[in-house]
């Protein structure tokens, strides 16, 4: 390097660093993480894109302290919450039993107040014990002790051979079963908030499928709806009945004001189905959230580890204090 310009030698030995740096065999790996694409809608009357925005990562939600109690707040001495089994429940229009199981949450009895309610469909082949062997009850449990999620109720139906069905009304189907038998019923025996904007659905795999199918058609009844490994890739679905047309073209989606959630495992077979779902609603500007979960396939392991997530997106702006929830002594708003 005789006769070298200094500032050249010092700029060949700052680039040597930096290559023999990155060519380090102990530099940290980067763990993949989720990715969460938000489609918002655009406030002016200008087309939005096809395209959405930018994916961002967004971290799994913790556990936070309690917030303080207001004066009006009940005190709840119980820890946890109950789980009630139904059983017998014999579906007229499906002509089969299909059991239920019910969670309800701590202080269910004590505080005599109307609760927000979760119906959480199971997938394909499994039974109402789908969701409470996942760990969903001890969840809100524990979400509710620390103040992480409200005092919700969640009812857990059976799918049965007629939910596995490509049948829809005024043929017997499980969306008769679900409307017109299951929920009059949750909502005569518990005390329920009867408004939309506190009751949600959701499911895994064809359970997935019936509560985009339900919630897209039936915005008056469900505000929020979610599909955890959906099952949106079914044949034989009338266009009418089915998700992925009904992103495509319903005239109705743009002013249903439903929040969405749809999530997948990157190696999960279903998840060419939701990416399509996700990308016909983002084409139109519809609001929704997708999560890709790097290294996950469609498994229970992948689901259990998304419970606090789950819930945490059902249960967005339903309060945690019981003091502010309505009295189940009277009618519900």
Same mark, same amino acid.
């Given at each position: 390097m005789q006769g070298m310009h200094p500032r050249f030698l010092f700029l060949s030995l700052l680039i040597l660093i930096v290559l023999l740096a990155a060519c380090d065999p102990f530099a940290p790996v980067v763990t993949p993480t989720a990715v969460t694409i938000i489609v918002t809608p655009s406030a002016s009357d200008t087309p939005v894109p096809t395209s959405t925005q930018p994916p961002t990562v967004t971290p799994r939600p913790t556990d936070t302290p309690a917030p303080t109690p207001t004066a009006t707040a009940l005190a709840c001495l119980s820890t946890g919450g109950q789980i009630i089994p139904f059983d017998e429940f014999r579906s007229p229009s499906a002509g089969e039993n299909l059991r239920y199981r019910v969670y309800i949450p701590p202080c269910y009895l004590e505080s005599q107040r109307r609760f927000p309610v979760i119906y959480l469909l199971p997938g394909e082949g499994e039974n109402e014990s789908q969701w409470d062997e996942l760990g969903v009850d001890a969840a809100v449990d524990q979400g509710v002790r620390l103040g992480a999620v409200p005092p919700m109720i969640v009812v857990m139906p059976a799918l049965g051979s007629i939910g596995a069905r490509d049948s829809f009304p005024?043929?017997? %189907?499980? @969306?008769?079963?679900?409307?017109?038998?299951?929920?009059?019923?949750? @909502?005569?025996?518990?005390? !329920?908030?009867? !408004?939309?904007?506190?009751?949600?659905?959701?499911? +895994?795999?064809?359970?997935?499928?019936?509560?985009? %199918? /339900? =919630?897209?058609? &039936? *915005?008056?009844?469900?505000?929020?709806?979610?599909? &955890?490994?959906?099952?949106?890739?079914?044949? $034989?679905?009338? *266009?009418?009945?089915?998700? /992925?047309e009904l #992103?495509?073209?319903?005239?109705?989606?743009?002013? =249903?004001? /439903?929040?969405?959630?749809?999530? $997948?495992?990157?190696?999960?077979?279903?998840? #060419?189905? /939701?990416?399509?779902?996700?990308?016909?609603? %983002? #084409?139109?500007?519809?609001? &929704?959230?997708?999560? +890709?979960?790097?290294?996950?396939?469609h498994d229970e392991r992948y689901w259990s580890a998304q419970i606090d997530e789950y819930l945490s997106f059902y249960s967005e702006g339903w309060t945690r204090d019981l003091g502010a929830l309505p009295s189940c002594l009277e009618p519900s708003p």
């Open positions: 005024p043929n017997a %189907s499980y @969306e008769t079963y679900l409307m017109d038998e299951l929920r009059p019923a949750v @909502e005569r025996d518990f005390c !329920t908030i009867t !408004t939309r904007a506190q009751r949600a659905v959701g499911g +895994i795999g064809r359970g997935g499928f019936w509560a985009y %199918s /339900l =919630a897209l058609r &039936h *915005p008056d009844t469900f505000s929020i709806v979610g599909g &955890h490994s959906a099952d949106f890739e079914v044949s $034989n679905i009338p *266009p009418a009945n089915n998700p /992925l #992103a495509l073209d319903a005239p109705f989606l743009q002013q =249903a004001n /439903l929040r969405m959630f749809i999530d $997948n495992g990157a190696d999960d077979p279903f998840g #060419a189905g /939701l990416g399509t779902f996700s990308s016909r609603l %983002s #084409a139109r500007g519809i609001t &929704h959230t997708y999560v +890709i979960t790097p290294g996950e396939a």
